[in-house]
């Protein structure tokens, strides 16, 4: 059976919540019979052992009274006796009553026997005096002190009791809340083991699987499509498991449907540029015939045609790769003052047409970073040419390459037109030209930065420009090293 997340979280709440109440319940309970004890030891033996003493005090005063009462024949002394007598059979009646179910029980119906006996003995002595015949004084006397000594006796024995089972059920209750006190840490302890135990399989019974589907995740985003997330459990996650599995096929259909349209355009845009230059090439050079000056001049216009035609689609169709993650990239170790060199030579022509003074300062000991040479060169291209470009006649330009905290920083200065403030970051995104119109206008496809951008950032660089209009423009790249 597969328990989802839901339940999963409910079976282990409601687990740690029955060993919550399980602990609260012992607690409860002990503290229930310690309440019990106690109130045992406040009610019944506290009022015994002030029963005896009330009981013992009474038993003294009817003696004393009733002894005064004989030699003296006054009757106030015989009603105090009376008193006395009614205090101490009620005492002992209570007392009886509370120490139901108690020790002390049996020398209290001792006390109670006695207490008839001095009763009966006293009830004889009166009635000789009543009828004013001689008796054994000192026989009655002896007899009555020998039961009321043993009512004292016996109350006392009723005392130590009490005391003496108070002081058990004191250490009993002692030794209970120790027992309660171990058993409560016990089970906490037990309750704290099984909590973080439970909760920590269901949490990576549900991470685990959230894990896979992040390590998958990052996956596509390396551009690896395979739908294979294998996951049984629990059903939700395996659910989205095979939802994900789903997404993998139809993106890996997607981008073998990109790659298979990037081959086709390619294909179908340049072969009829490559013909149409081809075919232009062949006109030029009389194979169809000799050609007029106005049919020479109409060739020269269509070759500058068909050549920024065959530039601009390869612009498009490597920017459109870049964006797509399609461009391959051949990353090695490579020193760029060669490639700064190498371009430098390339634009010769334009240099001296322009009368521009080129410059190129290189800091010494430079690092090598880790480039694709083709690449890196189609951005210098295009950032100097732009510099040559836009810098009017007898300008200057000036590429340099120095080390910087955070790596190895080329710039291109020119005295060109500058750019606006505004246009310093839009400049890098395709199809955006600002000196278009007025007298900078240039032929050029708008594309060149982006490219230039995509290839950086891809290098794990930066490019970006700085500029005041009217004062020239500066052009930075900077690459890890
Ligand atoms: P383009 O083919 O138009 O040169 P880019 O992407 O290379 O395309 O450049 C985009 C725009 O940035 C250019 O059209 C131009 O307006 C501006 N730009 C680039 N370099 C310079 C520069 N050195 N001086 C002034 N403007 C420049």
């Given at each position: 059976m597969k328990f989802t997340i839901f339940s999963r979280l409910v079976f282990g709440y409601l687990f740690i919540l029955v060993l919550v109440l399980v602990l609260s319940g012992y607690v409860v309970f002990r503290i229930g019979q310690f309440n019990e004890v106690t109130r045992s030891v406040l009610m019944t033996n506290n009022r015994m052992v002030d029963y005896s003493g009330k009981l013992t005090d009474a038993i003294l005063s009817q003696v004393r009274y009733e002894r005064k009462f004989i030699i003296s024949k006054d009757q106030a002394f015989y009603n105090q006796f009376l008193h006395f007598k009614n205090d101490f059979e009620r005492y002992l009646e209570e007392a009886m009553l509370i120490s139901e179910a108690s020790q002390a029980k049996q020398f209290l119906v001792t006390v109670k026997t006695s207490y008839q006996h001095y009763q009966s003995l006293l009830g004889e002595e009166l009635r000789y005096l009543e009828a004013g015949k001689s008796y054994p004084q000192g026989w009655f006397r002896q007899?009555?002190?020998?039961?009321?000594?043993?009512?004292?006796?016996?109350?006392?024995?009723?005392?130590?009791?009490?005391?003496?089972?108070?002081?058990?059920?004191?250490?009993e209750l002692y030794e209970a809340g120790v027992e309660a006190y171990q058993m409560a840490i016990g089970m906490t302890a037990v309750l704290l083991i099984f909590g973080i135990t439970l909760s920590y399989l269901i949490n990576r019974s549900i991470t685990q699987p959230i894990s896979v589907l992040v390590k998958k995740t990052r996956d596509i985003g390396k551009g690896d499509f395979k739908g294979n997330v294998n996951l049984s459990s629990p059903p939700e996650l395996a659910e989205l498991a095979s939802a994900f599995n789903l997404m993998c096929n139809k993106l890996g259909e997607l981008d073998q449907m990109k790659s298979d349209f990037f081959s086709t355009?390619?294909?179908?845009?340049?072969?009829?540029?490559?013909?149409?230059?081809?075919?232009?090439?062949?006109?030029?050079?009389?194979?169809?015939?000799?050609?007029?000056?106005g049919q020479k001049e109409l060739l020269m216009l269509v070759r500058q045609e068909n050549?920024?035609?065959?530039?601009?689609?390869?612009?498009?169709?490597?920017?459109?790769?870049?964006?797509?993650?399609?461009?391959?990239?051949?990353?090695?170790?490579?020193?760029?003052?060669?490639?700064?060199?190498q371009v430098v030579k390339e634009m010769k022509p334009l240099v001296e047409t322009k009368k521009i003074r080129l410059e190129s300062e290189v800091a010494e000991k430079l690092p090598i970073p880790k480039i694709d040479t083709e690449r890196f060169l189609q951005v210098l291209r295009n950032v100097i040419g732009n510099a040559l470009k836009f810098t009017p006649e007898g300008g200057r330009v000036n590429v340099s390459v120095r080390t910087i905290d955070q790596g190895l920083q080329i710039s291109v200065a020119d005295t060109g037109p500058g750019?606006?403030?505004?246009?310093?970051?839009?400049?890098?995104?395709?199809?955006?030209?600002?000196?278009?119109k007025g007298p900078y206008k240039t032929k050029g496809?708008?594309?060149?930065?982006?490219?230039?951008?995509?290839?950086i950032t891809h290098h794990g660089g930066k490019i970006w420009a700085e500029s005041k209009l009217g004062q020239g423009s500066t052009f930075f790249i900077l690459l890890p090293a």
């Open positions: 007899e009555k002190e020998k039961f009321s000594n043993s009512i004292l006796e016996e109350l006392e024995k009723v005392q130590s009791t009490i005391q003496q089972n108070t002081n058990e059920k004191i250490k355009v390619t294909h179908e845009l340049r072969t009829p540029l490559s013909s149409i230059k081809m075919g232009i090439s062949l006109l030029t050079e009389g194979r169809e015939g000799p050609l007029t000056e050549n920024r035609m065959v530039g601009l689609v390869n612009a498009i169709l490597d920017l459109s790769k870049m964006e797509a993650g399609m461009m391959t990239y051949q990353i090695e170790q490579k020193n760029i003052v060669p490639l700064i060199d750019i606006p403030e505004k246009n310093l970051g839009s400049i890098f995104e395709k199809f955006q030209q600002v000196n278009a496809t708008g594309l060149g930065l982006a490219i230039a951008k995509q290839v």
